[in-house]
T-cell receptor
Framework: RKEVEQDPGPFNVPEGATVAFNCTYS??????FFWYRQDCRKEPKLLMS???SGNEDGRFTAQLNRASQYISLLIRDSKLSDSATYLC????????????FGTGTQLKVEL | SAVISQKPSRDICQRGTSLTIQCQVD?????MFWYRQQPGQSLTLIAT?????????ESGFVIDKFPISRPNLTFSTLTVSNMSPEDSSIYLC?????????FGPGTRLTVL
């Protein structure tokens, strides 16, 4: 089983749609969680951290369910510029700094 | 935020040769890392580059194949040694600054 698993994608959605990505992680000791965005042929960039209480940043909402080892990202009112690959990322913490990346979910927002 | 630059941005190399990739961070950082992203795959951590001591390698990666230097708090190099076509990948440098991890633009390596 992969340490971090994501929806296979790709997701093709019309502009203005709401889209949700899911991610599961295998190590229950994982302590911090993130969503990164990677544009084509570019480096990953941090989109947002994910907290158990849930957090929102504009059109983006991230949720963490520790009991189910499940992370989600919701994008409302999709824009063309949201087209990218979204990477679910987990850190075991405990003084370690190893980020474990999911394979990513590709989103394409269309007119 | 941290700005990370890498050189070269891309290279095409013959099998059996070695390539050294340079990574420069615009801030002093304690933690620097090297990742690999193979075609269609996600990022895999190769090693943590420790300043003043030997790098810490992840399972499946060894120092003889991927020697790493970290002479100071802003610079690191990764060498891909005795290359084979299986080493064709994007190699990304990363640094952690104030709790956030930033990535360089990557070095796209093709081995013929």
């Amino acid at each position: 089983r992969k340490e971090v698993e994501q929806d296979p994608g790709p997701f093709n959605v019309p502009e203005g749609a709401t889209v949700a990505f899911n991610c599961t992680y295998s190590n229950s000791a994982s302590q911090s969680f993130f969503w990164y965005r990677q544009d084509c042929r570019k480096e990953p960039k941090l989109l947002m951290s994910v907290y158990s209480s849930g957090n929102e940043d504009g059109r983006f909402t991230a949720q963490l369910n520790r009991a189910s080892q499940y992370i989600s990202l919701l994008i409302r009112d999709s824009k063309l510029s949201d087209s990218a690959t979204y990477l679910c990322v987990v850190n075991l913490g405990g003084g370690g700094n190893k980020l474990t990346f999911g394979t990513g979910t590709q989103l394409k927002v269309e007119l | 935020s941290a700005v990370i630059s890498q050189k070269p941005s891309r290279d095409i190399c013959q099998r059996g040769t070695s390539l050294t990739i340079q990574c420069q961070v615009d801030s002093q950082v304690t933690m620097m890392f090297w990742y690999r992203q193979q075609p269609g795959q996600s990022l895999t951590l190769i090693a943590t580059a420790n300043q003043g001591s030997e790098a810490t390698y992840e399972s499946g990666f060894v120092i003889d194949k991927f020697p790493i230097s970290r002479p100071n708090l802003t610079f690191s190099t990764l060498t891909v040694s005795n290359m084979s076509p299986e080493d064709s990948s994007i190699y990304l440098c990363s640094a952690k600054l104030r709790g956030e991890q930033f990535f360089g633009p990557g070095t796209r390596l093709t081995v013929l």
